[in-house]
């Protein structure tokens, strides 16, 4: 669960450029040369990495990462079918799933202290907070929450095939 | 094309500014067309002027000589045909994205329900359908300009300008919008018809566009119309494509 915060600063978009990137040079590459070429240092490839890497799209072993069959499903995936394969992904994952079975049992929508404390207890609270963020910003993407950043209430949400 | 009339004609189009009597020269005789189904790139060195080309070719520019036309008619900056994205996004802070997306639809007058409906195709058809009441404060850059472009197709274009508009973004950011923006003009079900962008990019020139015009260094003049004949999908890898980023290099330095 705690890999999950890795996801927080990390966006759909950029995680599609590194598979593209490293399928481009025949689906495997090293580290170094990706990060070269894309200019980006480690500190700023390495969370994209580690998402990638988390959400079963690449592997990374001895500085060579190597996209997966799923990433090459994902390359040629339309937005819809995109967004089909990442909630696949995600509705999956342990923190994700604590905080949709909470959402569903509740009748009220969660605050998000409520979440983060949540969190907390699973993950600790110095990583409750991107955790939670993470959730947020997947969970919308994969259509399956809904937020509303002014009243800080989540929800559960159904969606379009 | 045969003889159909081009979608957009650059007619000679020149750009100078004036300060204290003394005539500064921005752009000098260009001339070039687009049809349906065209995708464009304008690239050249910084301050060859091509952004003040897209604002003239927009109609929010006027040249010093020369004409626009779109459909055979001069441009106008409300022509509902036209539409831009912008490097800098260009989004409401204090509106979601729904409402952002929405605001391009105001101006053609729609009635409420019809503006959500339609904001809420383009919305899906950039991938953020999930992100609607998110403030712009809450998405990644990428997301941004994913609503400036939603935004933009609202009002279903044929014609879809765009101003370096991934130019801010980071090098994996911009290579995944890049795709989607060609299979949203390779999409006969959406708009736009065809795609003219400027970049100072050559490698985002020859990977998006079937035409690539070369400007001159200030003022800005047409050193070459390049035909990009490479299948699709392209490969950066490919010794061919970087055989036509060279050729264009070699053009502007």
Not at chain 2, 105 to 131: Q, W
Request: include cysteine; charged fraction near 25%.
């Amino acid at each position: 669960m705690t890999d999950f915060h890795s996801m927080a600063k990390v966006s759909v978009g950029q995680i599609l450029g590194l598979v593209e990137a490293v399928d481009e040079v025949g689906g495997v590459a090293d580290a170094a040369t990706i990060s070269r070429e894309v200019e980006m240092d480690v500190d700023r490839l390495g969370p994209i990495l580690v998402a990638a890497e988390f959400l079963g799209l690449v592997t990374v072993e001895d500085g060579d990462i190597r996209i997966t069959e799923l990433s090459r499903k994902l390359l040629t995936a339309g937005v819809r079918e995109r967004k089909r394969i990442v909630r696949e992904i995600i509705d999956d994952l342990p923190a994700f799933r604590l905080v949709m079975e909470m959402a569903r049992s509740s009748s009220t929508p969660l605050g998000r202290q409520e979440v983060v404390q949540a969190l907390s207890d699973r993950v600790g609270s110095h990583q409750a907070e991107d955790v939670f963020n993470a959730l947020v910003y997947w969970g919308r993407y994969a259509e399956l929450v809904r937020y509303d950043s002014e009243s800080e209430q989540l929800t559960v949400r159904v969606a379009q095939t | 094309m045969g003889d159909a009339q081009p979608l957009l004609q650059v007619k000679d189009v020149s750009k100078s500014y004036f300060d204290q009597g003394k005539e500064f020269k921005i752009l000098d005789l260009i001339r070039f067309e687009l049809a349906e189904r065209d995708f464009v790139c304008l690239v050249g060195p910084s301050g060859c002027g091509k952004s003040t080309l897209l604002r003239i070719i927009v109609g929010l520019d006027t040249p010093t000589s020369g004409q626009v036309l779109f459909e055979g008619h001069p441009i106008r900056a409300d022509n509902p045909q036209v539409a831009m994205v912008f490097q800098s996004f260009a989004l409401f802070p204090w509106l979601t994205v729904a409402q952002n997306v929405e605001l391009g639809l105001e101006a053609l007058h729609e009635d409420p329900a019809k503006r959500r409906t339609v904001a809420k195709k383009f919305i899906d058809a950039v991938g953020l359908t999930g992100f609607e009441n998110a403030y712009p404060r809450e998405l990644s850059g990428g997301m941004k300009q994913r609503v400036g472009i939603a935004r933009a197709l609202t009002i279903e274009p044929l014609l879809l300008c765009m101003d370096e508009p991934f130019s801010s973004l980071d090098a994996l950011t911009a290579q995944n919008l890049r795709d989607e923006i060609l299979q949203l003009w390779s999409n006969p079900d959406l708009p736009p018809e065809a795609v003219l962008m400027v970049t100072h990019s050559i490698e985002e020139a020859v990977y998006l566009a079937d035409r690539v015009i070369v400007l001159s260094s200030r003022p800005g003049r047409m050193v070459a119309e390049l035909e990009i004949d490479l299948p699709r999908p392209r490969n950066r890898k490919d010794p061919e494509f970087y055989g036509w980023v060279d050729e264009i290099y070699s053009l502007i330095v």
